[in-house]
């Protein structure tokens, strides 16, 4: 099964920084991005850190309604997420969950039966690229957010660089490449 995990916070929308959830607004090209997803028979994943959870903020449960209202604005729109795994603790809390590390890749795994190399991980910064990177995935980062900061950071450290599998503009080019690339297969 092939699956796509898609980071929250700058590559679906918002500005790559912590929000509200009730504040976060998708990109007006996040519903038709999942959608080219959707259709082409391929699970989509939101893959989130969300400290601000951890930072008493808000709550995991306003949180989880934050959600909510985003997959109704996209199924208005005829596009569905089929899971979301998220990390609700602070980057000091030392947790299993938080990326880079991969236990909610593995949650996913298990839920789907999921074949990591059949996999793409999309997200603006390097956090997700090393989860992906971790488990054998697919690595794409999306110049949004903290794309374009992430991507002159990654430029700059040459000795450790991760090899991207494509650099998108937004989650849209994201999208068709993988479509692309999984015709190739």
Not at 9 to 20: A, K, M, P, Q, R
Not at 54 to 79: C, I, N, P, V, Y
Not at 90 to 95: A, H, S, T, V
Not at 126 to 132: G, N, P, Q, T
Request: charged fraction near 25%.
């Amino acid at each position: 099964m092939i699956a796509v995990f898609l980071d929250r916070d700058g590559t679906i929308g918002g500005d790559g920084g912590g929000i509200h959830p009730f504040e976060f607004e998708l990109y007006e090209y996040a519903a038709q991005s999942i959608r080219i997803l959707n259709n082409a028979g391929i699970k989509v994943l939101l893959f989130t850190n969300q400290s601000w959870i951890g930072m008493g903020k808000f709550s995991e449960e306003t949180f989880l309604k934050g959600f909510e209202l985003m997959k109704k604005q996209l199924e208005d729109q005829h596009a569905f997420l089929d899971g979301l795994y998220y990390c609700p603790h602070k980057p000091e809390d030392g947790c299993l969950c938080r990326k880079p590390k991969t236990t909610l890749l593995f949650e996913a795994q298990k839920e789907f039966g999921l074949d990591f190399s059949h996999c793409y991980v999309v997200g603006d910064r390097l956090s997700d690229l090393v989860a992906a990177e971790n488990v054998g995935s697919k690595k794409i980062l999306v110049k949004t957010g903290r794309g374009e900061k992430t991507l002159v950071t990654h430029n700059e450290k040459a000795s450790e660089k991760l090899r991207i599998d494509f650099i998108a503009d937004d989650v849209l080019s994201a999208a068709e490449w993988i479509v692309k690339d999984v015709c190739s297969i």
